[in-house]
């Protein structure tokens, strides 16, 4: 992996559906009781899938994937495609009575699917349809699908006798204590499309099961693999387990997988006492045993285990499909990964070493790794779920992390700005866009009412806000009458606060249980595409490269960037000496926003403020004025010394601001340069490329990408104004010249006012959910617009429905917006036919959007579209608070002259 790779940082997307698919269920029978179940608890895992043409354009089975997650005898299965919205897509199987053991394998045939799931008592073999199989059935007609869907691979259920002989197997256990149960397994299809499972026990042996090819009638096959000295075999064989207890053996497994060589599966286990071992699904033999301590510096002072158990994952090369194995080793005083490349030589197997990764302390949730990159999931000391990434060169073993910004916690202060209402301030935070998942907010309902909702696939959002307001009108009586008991204070008084006390305490409910819908699982990777997500309990969340300004705004202080990553990324100017500028003042921003954040709630509150129509000016000089006693009277203080040093470091403080701002303005200063040409739709529109991320899945993902974006440019405005706000009251003691304060007061600070309000537009277009429309509302409006002489938006707008968490980004993304978007992706020459990597296009494309949305520009499309969508209100505020009552008339004017019904339409509106 080159350089620049190794510096990329990642951004976390959660996908938080408002809509769900009941999901089908089935119910295997295994034989065994539920006191079984009872007595051996497993926690919750997950993993995923993603199919082999997961990269080829046009495929039906591009940016498509399959995750799973187990608890205690259920297994949920879901398949998600960031291209179509696909049918039937959810399944859930419960193994009655046996728990679901970890790691279940998904295997992809032809034309089949196949699900290998372990469990405690049996193993099990579910067949599906391949998506090509499905599509060939959909081309010919037989199967129901709908424009612009597809029907998942789960819509019919599992297509196989659950009960055959050749499909399940129950499994010859010797022992009845705990000890003899299986508790990890793995499982794979060999080249005769047999299912070969494999199972640990804690005594130290490995129970390898082999089901027959699927429908056929043949032997389901149970050997018990061990490896054991003459003592132990007699020890077992003349002294009853009942004597003998349920002792751990020292090599029973902690972690397992197997891999194909040839025509043999090898079993690669790593044990308690820290030794690799690799089994012969053939002769059944040990074929080799290593002590990994050899590889580890100070062994002695290393042996002790730590609190988690040793883990072990494979990853194959692309091209020789040459194995790696990556361990996890934890003791007592530290955890490391180690990263080998099994090889054999004169029929012998060895370990080559290929790294080492040196972690810190923090429990491990799950981790996987390709050949170029190890990724872990962890929870940190303060039980806050961490991401890490590690790129690593197979050659020279050489390490640079990349920082991954998760998304952060909910903040539980709402603040309240001018007169507004505290239900109506608090519904709004509590159903915006993407904060909170309906089943959240339920079971807060829930809590507050002591009764319980309908289930989640039966859950409305409108109804749902009726439930809210009712719980909290409940609490809040209850509250105001303890208040009225207590304290005896006016009534208006103690109504007041008790709406304020009631409904904190239910947002604060909300966070809560939200966090718990949102708990991390487990880790998918989809090597081809570079696809990687985090599956946590109710979703999938997505990882995408950071735009270049999220890199440099948002890395860690204590992270090492050059003037030269700087220059790579190509934000401003080639000049060595002003990206040296730029890093030196994003460093002075950050660290004045720091400070200001300490000194001031106003700090927080600066987005609220600016809704509440306050100047963005006067909230600067109230927070600086705020700050600056402490920069007085702390002089000596840390923070302060580097923030001096920052600013001092600056050769040229305007030639910064100005890059900066140049990058900061999508339009360049020039906004006729962002002026769109719709019949660039008609010149793309054949192109296969079309499909790209246009589920309500892909969707999402951009409309979040382009709320994450527009919320990090507004955050670099709002440093950059308060950082120049307190340059220019205490600029003198930075050495600053009198020349280059007069520039901030004179015209720098008005270019930040100017991108300030552009980029607090963006982020309103994000965060704004859409007026409910009626549909025969809405043809209505675009059967009388049709007949305006309008730039052809109303013959190109999809009838796209209002989703229960759309945002007006997200509407105009999946109508014309998106449609728009592709075009100039294709015009622009960044899609290939031979590549579909959405991963690649994500920035490039939300970077086509945020300037198609950009409001200092002489497009109006996206005012048009809320005409077109009958957002009348929204129109109002779009564009007079973007860009001021002289564009507010420009925009009337210049498209008023398109036509006379335009210029009516224009007059009723305004």
Same mark, same amino acid.
């Given at each position: ?8 940082f ?24 539920q ?7 497993? $926690? ?6 993603s ?18 997650r187990a608890?205690?005898?259920? =297994? ?11 049918l039937?897509?959810?399944l ?14 998904i295997?992809e045939?032809?034309?089949h ?9 049996s ?7 391949? $998506? ?26 599992v297509?196989?006798?659950? !009960?055959?002989p ?19 397994a793995t ?5 005769e499309?047999e ?5 640990t026990?804690?005594t ?5 099961v082999?089901l027959?090819?699927?429908?056929v009638?043949?032997?389901v ?15 077992s064989?003349?002294? $009853?387990?009942?004597?003998r207890? !349920? ?8 972690? &397992?997988?197997?891999?194909q ?13 820290? #030794?690799?071992r690799i089994?012969?699904?053939k ?20 042996c ?9 994952r #494979? ?8 194995l ?11 955890c490391?990964?180690?990263i080998?490349?099994?090889s ?34 962890w ?28 998304d ?5 202060d709402?603040f ?24 959240? &907010?339920?079971k ?8 319980a909702?309908?289930?989640?696939s039966?859950i ?5 806000r ?10 809040t009586?209850t ?12 009534e208006e ?8 006390e ?7 409910c909300c ?19 570079g696809l ?7 979703c999938?969340?997505f ?6 300004l ?7 202080g204590?992270?090492?960037?050059s ?7 190509a ?5 060595p000496?002003v990206? #040296? ?19 001031s ?21 109230e ?8 920069l ?15 600013i001092?470091?600056?050769?040229? =403080?305007?030639?910064?601001i ?10 360049k ?47 670099i405005c #709002?440093d950059?104004?308060?950082?120049q ?23 720098s600070?008005?270019?930040?006012y ?9 982020k ?25 002489q309008?730039?052809?938006?109303v ?8 989703g ?10 999946d ?15 960044? &899609?290939?036919e031979?590549e579909?990597?959405s991963?690649?296009l994500?920035d490039?494309?939300?970077? &086509?959007?945020?300037?198609i949305?950009? $409001? ?15 957002q009348?209100?929204?129109? =109002? ?11 507010r008339?420009r925009w ?7 036509g ?9 509106l305004?």
């Open positions: 992996m080159g350089d620049m790779a190794e510096a990329v990642y951004r976390e997307i959660r996908q938080i559906k408002q809509i769900h698919q009941p999901p089908k269920t089935i119910i295997v029978n295994t034989g065994a009781s006191g079984t179940l009872e007595d051996l608890k497993f $926690p919750e895992c997950a993993g995923g899938f199919y082999k043409d997961s990269c080829q354009i046009g495929s039906v089975v591009s940016n498509r994937f399959i995750v799973w608890y205690g005898d259920v =297994l949920e299965l879901e398949e998600e495609c960031l291209d179509y919205n696909l039937g897509g959810s859930r199987c419960q193994f009655q009575g046996s728990s679901v053991l970890d790691s279940v394998s295997q045939t032809r034309s699917v196949i699900v290998l799931v372990a469990t405690i008592f193993v099990h073999r579910l067949m599906f349809p391949h $998506p090509a199989r499905l599509s060939q059935q959909r081309s010919l007609g037989l199967s129901s699908n709908t424009e612009h869907s597809l029907p998942s691979i789960f819509m019919d259920g297509q196989c006798n659950l !009960s055959s050749s499909n399940c197997a129950n499994i010859a256990i010797s022992g009845t204590t705990v000890s003899s149960f299986p508790y990890l499982a794979g299809l060999t080249k499309d299912a070969m499972f494999a199972m026990t804690r130290g042996s490995i129970i390898l082999k027959p090819p699927g429908g009638q043949g032997i096959m149970q050997h018990e693999l061990k490896q054991s000295s003459m003592i132990q075999r007699l020890w064989g003349l002294v $009853p387990s009942v004597v207890g !349920s002792q751990e053996e020292a090599s029973a497994s902690l972690s &397992i997988c197997v891999h060589v040839g025509p043999d599966h090898l079993i690669f286990t790593l044990c308690r006492d820290v #030794k690799l089994w012969s699904s002769s059944h033999e040990c074929l080799m045993t290593a002590d990994l301590l050899e590889y580890i510096a100070d062994t002695a002072r290393r002790t285990p730590g609190s988690q158990d040793h883990q072990l #494979k990853a194959v090369l692309p091209g020789d499909g040459a790696l194995l990556a361990a996890f080793l934890c003791f007592s005083d530290g490391q990964f180690e080998f490349q099994p054999r030589i004169s029929g012998q197997y060895h370990l080559n070493h290929i790294t080492t990764v040196h972690v810190l302390p923090a429990v491990l949730i799950d981790f996987t790794f390709t050949s170029t990159q190890l990724w872990s999931l929870y940190s000391e303060q039980g806050e779920p961490l991401l890490e990434c590690v790129p690593f060169n197979n050659a020279e073993g050489a390490l640079r992390g990349s920082q991954v910004f998760l952060a916690k909910k903040p539980v709402v309240f700005g001018g007169e507004r209402d505290v239900a109506e301030t608090y519904l709004e935070q509590i159903f915006r866009p993407g904060r909170f998942t309906l089943q959240a &907010i339920a807060a309902v829930t809590f507050f009412r002591r009764s909702l309908p289930p989640d039966a409305d959002a409108g109804a749902l009726e439930q809210v307001v009712a719980a909290v009108d409940g609490e009586k509250i105001q009458l303890q208040e009225e008991e207590e304290e005896g204070d006016g008084e103690v109504l007041y606060e008790a709406q304020v009631a409904w904190k305490k239910f947002y604060v966070v809560q249980y939200n966090e718990v819908t949102m708990k991390p699982l487990g880790l998918v990777v989809d090597r081809d595409s990687v997500g985090i599956v946590r309990k109710t999938v969340s990882l995408r490269p950071c735009d270049p999220e890199h440099f705004y948002m890395r860690d204590n992270a090492a960037v003037s030269a990553d700087f220059m790579q990324y934000l401003a100017n080639e000049d000496l990206c #040296k500028d730029l890093l030196y003042l994003m460093e002075s921003m950050k660290l004045f926003g720091s400070l200001c954040a300490k000194a709630d106003l700090y927080l509150n600066f987005e609220s403020q600016l809704s509440a129509k306050v100047s963005p000016q006067a909230i600067a000089d927070i600086v004025m705020m700050v600056l006693p402490s007085v009277q702390h002089e000596g203080q840390s923070d302060q010394t580097c923030l001096a040093e920052a001092q470091g600056i050769s040229s =403080l305007p030639d910064a100005d890059a900066l701002l140049s990058v900061l303005d999508l339009a200063g020039q906004p006729g340069g962002l002026d769109i040409d719709l019949s660039v739709v008609e010149m793309t529109r054949s192109h296969p490329s079309n499909q790209l991320l246009t589920s309500v899945s892909g969707v999402r993902l951009l409309s979040m990408c382009f709320a994450q974006q527009a919320e990090t440019r507004l955050a #709002k950059l104004l308060l950082l706000t307190g340059v220019l009251q205490t600029g003198r003691s930075y050495g600053l010249s009198a020349d280059t304060l007069d520039y901030l007061r004179s015209e600070i008005e270019r930040t100017e991108m300030l309000r552009a980029a607090s537009a963006l309103w277009m994000s965060m704004t959910a859409p007026s409910g429309v009626n549909s025969n509302v809405l043809e209505s409006n675009l059967r009388q617009l049709a007949v305006l309008t730039s052809g938006l013959q190109r707008t999809q009838m796209n429905t209002f229960d968490s759309l945002s007006l980004a997200e509407l105009f993304i109508g014309i917006g998106g449609t728009l978007a592709h075009s100039l992706l294709i015009q622009n020459g960044f &899609i290939s031979a579909a990597s991963w690649k994500v490039p494309m939300v970077t &086509i959007i945020s300037q949305l950009w $409001p200092i520009s002489v497009s109006f499309l996206f005012n048009e579209f809320l005409v077109v969508k009958c009348y209100q929204e129109l =109002l505020v779009s564009v007079a608070s973007a860009s001021g009552r002289a564009e008339l009337h004017c210049a498209w008023a002259a398109r006379d019904g335009a210029e009516l339409c224009c007059n009723v305004f």
